[in-house]
């Protein structure tokens, strides 16, 4: 037998191609997953914001109080983690029966490192409003 022969043999066994394919498949399996995770961080941000602007507009509708409003808003938004940055909760039209909520927040893109960015996250900007009536 010469060596081509053997060199041919020793190629056609597969001993430890699973671990290979593995190491190569990971950083993309963990890909996935961070684009995944930064997905429903985003969904979330999206959903407590507009809850922040339903509850303003809530409160706002029975007791007519802007501050008490507001106050009840910001509960809402302090409710996440530290993804979401609150930065404004407002009302217009506050004196007229109808009147529109507005809430606004930056959703922080999390696995994107600070220093990077000169230890500022770059974050997206969203706005959420709620038209309700004043109960008399």
């Known amino acids: 037998m010469n060596l081509l022969q053997k060199i041919k043999r020793k190629m056609k066994i597969e ?5 290979i394919e593995f190491i190569g498949i990971l950083p993309l399996a963990l890909l996935l997953l961070m684009i995944i995770w930064q997905f429903i961080v985003g969904i979330n941000g999206v ?66 490192p600070s220093e990077i960015f000169g230890y500022s996250t770059p974050s997206i900007p969203y706005s959420a409003t709620a038209s309700s009536r004043v109960i008399e």
């Open 15 to 19: 001993d430890g191609s699973a671990t």
């Open 47 to 112: 959903v407590v914001t507009q809850s922040a602007a339903n509850e303003y507009a809530k409160v706002y509708s029975i007791t007519q109080n802007n501050g008490e409003a507001t106050q009840a808003a910001n509960k809402i938004l302090s409710t996440t983690g530290n993804y979401l940055q609150n930065q404004d909760v407002s009302g217009s039209n506050l004196g007229s029966k109808e009147f529109t909520a507005k809430a606004s927040a930056n959703i922080r893109l999390v696995f994107l």
